[in-house]
């Protein structure tokens, strides 16, 4: 084909590729029949050394017995005709040579060889005993010659090559032969599809057979009509791109690398407040309010970027800029698209407005929260405090007076007592998760401290440790309460969602003040919806309402890390402490 170089030719690479992998196999199943051909001898070999040494071995006995070695020899000598045979020697019981035939082998007997494969020196050396009436009466030596089995190894070596290349032969014959007559067609379809990428939507090519080939023409011949009608739909498509761009609600603009406007839509003249064609030629910076970045007209967008338009009479509002490019014969084109988003920023702004109100309400209504559990925890111990004092009271005088004259008087005051002391302990609990007393006495740590000695008490099958570190006495009130309850939750959802074993509290104050709470529980799975309790939302408004940072981190069967990041100084919260 013209303009094809010969190795990239589809002719040329078909019948190297079938003669290659013809060679490939035809060596592999001469390899393969070589090792067989070669082990069939060596076993023919071996087979014949082990029966003529059966053979020898079971006869020569009884002339040795009778001292008989004329009959012996001519016995030996019919053997050593065989055409194989190098040598045979038969030996006393003292290992001195009786008889020998052939060319034996000067000095000491040569050691036996396990098979004719492993024999290094051209000769299969093999040896039996000489037994007759289970009495030892000499040795068998006896050596064949490897020369015949070689040599019936390379003549099968040769008849197996030489069929082998015959088939090759024959294999490239009819390959190029095949191939002649495919590449011819496709040759065809090649020339034509150069024609095609020219623009000649006229071309056709014969289909011929009813094969591969000629199906592949005939969806070519279709292809090559779709092309044409495609052309002409596209030129039409253009054409009612054009009314669309005309009738679009967003401003439109086309422009070159000179940024200068050359095409706008009516929608474009409407939202800058020009006539007709009055933008064509100026510079598309005309359209934004201020200097933008020397790229920014020609810096294609994946996505839209906010800036700020000037109209004609010098009124700025916000818009989206959308900027595309294509390549036309080498030249660039650009097109941006403009919408108005007057509207949508008003609604981000009323939207944000609401957000910061919704804040300050949950901001506030923690520390209404706040106060509340102070104060109620204030008036239980005021006032049912002092109601369970009196009871106790009371109850133990009733006793005292009662003592041995009115035992059922006696036993009824204990159980009053009892009860008024069990009373007292849940009331004393509700006031320290209501407010904890000892965080206003004694400071954060030791609060801390309370409530996990608490919760490790309510859930003893879960190890719970914390570790402080730094100057943690004056944090202030609104830091001592929000970490507090923040360790508060961490550690309700723990028991209840993580199926822990473990869990280590870290609160320490260097600059900053940071605590982290991680468990080794089963943690949360990726892409599953949280639950929409409050827990982790009430964390989340206490941090930010201390202008510090919030992170969960999670693997899943590995457990969970709460992270807490507040500033190291805050400004006195002084509305906390009003009574309500």
């Given amino acids: 084909m013209n303009g094809v170089r010969p190795w990239r030719s589809l002719r040329v690479r078909l019948i190297a590729s079938v003669v290659l992998v013809e060679v490939i196999m035809l060596s592999l199943l001469v390899w393969h029949n070589l090792g067989v051909i070669r082990e069939a001898h060596a076993d023919r070999l071996h087979d014949t050394a082990t029966s003529m040494l059966q053979q020898i071995t079971a006869t020569a006995g009884s002339y040795l017995v009778e001292v008989d070695y004329a009959s012996l020899e001519e016995y030996l000598r019919n053997i050593a005709r065989h055409p194989e045979l190098a040598y045979l020697v038969v030996t006393d019981r003292n290992g001195h040579t009786a008889l020998s035939q052939g060319n034996p082998p000067a000095g000491p007997a040569p050691t036996p060889d396990a098979h004719p494969l492993a024999a290094d020196d051209g000769r299969y050396d093999v040896q039996a005993d000489i037994v007759f009436g289970d009495r030892p009466m000499g040795r068998v030596l006896m050596g064949l010659s490897l020369a015949q089995m070689e040599q019936a190894i390379a003549d099968a070596r040769d008849r197996s090559i030489a069929i082998a290349g015959a088939?090759?032969?024959?294999?490239?014959?009819?390959?190029?032969?095949?191939?002649?007559?495919?590449?011819?067609?496709?040759?065809?379809?090649?020339?034509?599809?150069?024609?095609?990428?020219?623009?000649?939507?006229?071309?056709?090519?014969?289909?011929?057979?009813?094969?591969?080939?000629?199906?592949?023409a005939a969806a070519f011949n279709r292809m090559v009509k779709e092309v044409s009608q495609r052309t002409r739909r596209l030129q039409e498509a253009l054409a009612r791109e054009r009314v669309i761009e005309e009738t679009a609600i967003d401003g439109m603009i086309t422009y070159g690398e000179d940024t200068r406007i050359r095409s706008s839509n009516p929608a474009m003249c409407e939202l800058f407040g020009f006539d007709g064609q009055a933008l064509s030629g100026q510079p598309a910076s005309l359209l934004l309010d201020g200097e933008p970045d020397p790229g920014f007209w020609t810096r294609p967008t994946g996505r839209r970027r906010e800036a700020r338009g000037r109209r004609r009479d010098g009124s700025v509002f916000p818009l989206e800029v959308y900027v595309g490019r294509v390549e036309i014969h080498g030249e660039p084109l650009y097109a941006a698209t403009l919408h108005d988003i007057t509207e949508r920023k008003q609604a981000e702004t009323e939207c944000k407005t609401l957000l910061e109100g919704n804040r300050f309400l949950i901001h506030k209504s923690l520390a209404v929260q706040e106060e509340e559990r102070r104060h109620l925890a204030r008036e239980l111990h005021d006032e049912l405090g002092q109601c369970m004092t009196a009871i106790q009271a009371d109850a133990e005088l009733i006793r005292e007076t009662a003592g041995r004259d009115n035992p059922r008087i006696a036993a009824s005051a204990g159980a009053i007592l009892d009860i008024s002391s069990r009373m007292y302990d849940a009331v004393h609990a509700m006031m320290r998760r209501l407010r904890p007393t000892v965080l206003d006495d004694l400071g954060l740590v030791a609060a801390l401290e309370e409530a996990i000695g608490d919760w490790r008490a309510r859930h003893p099958g879960i190890a719970c440790e914390l570790v402080t570190h730094g100057p943690l006495d004056d944090l202030g009130e609104s830091v001592n309460i929000s970490l507090y309850r923040i360790v508060q939750e961490c550690l309700t959802n723990v028991a209840r969602h993580a199926q822990a074993d473990r869990v280590h509290i870290e609160l320490m104050a260097d600059g900053e003040i940071r605590l982290e709470v991680r468990d080794n529980g089963r943690g949360l799975e990726p892409g599953r919806p949280r639950r929409r309790g409050l827990g982790l939302l009430g964390i989340r408004e206490r941090v930010e309402a201390l202008g510090g940072r919030l992170e969960i981190d999670s693997t899943p069967g590995e457990g969970t890390c709460v992270k807490v990041s507040l500033p190291g100084k805050h400004p006195p919260q002084t509305g906390g402490r009003e009574r309500p």
């Fill in 167 to 216: 088939e090759i032969v024959l294999s490239i014959l009819v390959t190029v032969l095949i191939g002649v007559h495919l590449t011819r067609r496709l040759g065809r379809l090649a020339r034509a599809a150069q024609q095609v990428g020219a623009g000649d939507y006229d071309t056709e090519v014969p289909t011929g057979p009813a094969d591969e080939v000629g199906m592949t």
